[in-house]
């Protein structure tokens, strides 16, 4: 399994930003291909976290380009910064 995580700072309304990814990004995250999870968390102070989990490499690189362009079109202005994006295969999990 993958996993790639997204952490986004200077969030200006975690309520909003959270309803728009429930709406408008799962059902395209879900589409692709080896698709397991996705969180999307409120770590407050103005920061969020995104972790999805896919079976393969070319699926977690997948929802990087999708979230992406999701946030390019629909969240800009409530994810003023630019993500860290770490992502890497699997090595232990309970």
Do not use: C, H, K
């Not at 995580?5 to 930003?17: K, P």
């Amino acid at each position: 399994m993958y996993v790639a995580v997204r952490r986004y700072e200077g969030v200006t309304d975690s309520a909003e930003a959270g309803r728009l990814v429930n709406e408008g990004f799962l059902p395209l995250v879900r589409e692709v291909p080896g698709f397991v999870a996705y969180y999307w968390v409120d770590a407050g102070g103005g920061v969020m976290l995104s972790t999805s989990i896919f079976q393969d490499r070319a699926g977690a690189e997948e929802s990087i380009e999708r979230a992406a362009q999701f946030v390019r079109d629909n969240l800009a202005s409530l994810l003023p910064r630019p993500p860290q994006v770490t992502a890497g295969e699997v090595v232990a999990s309970a």
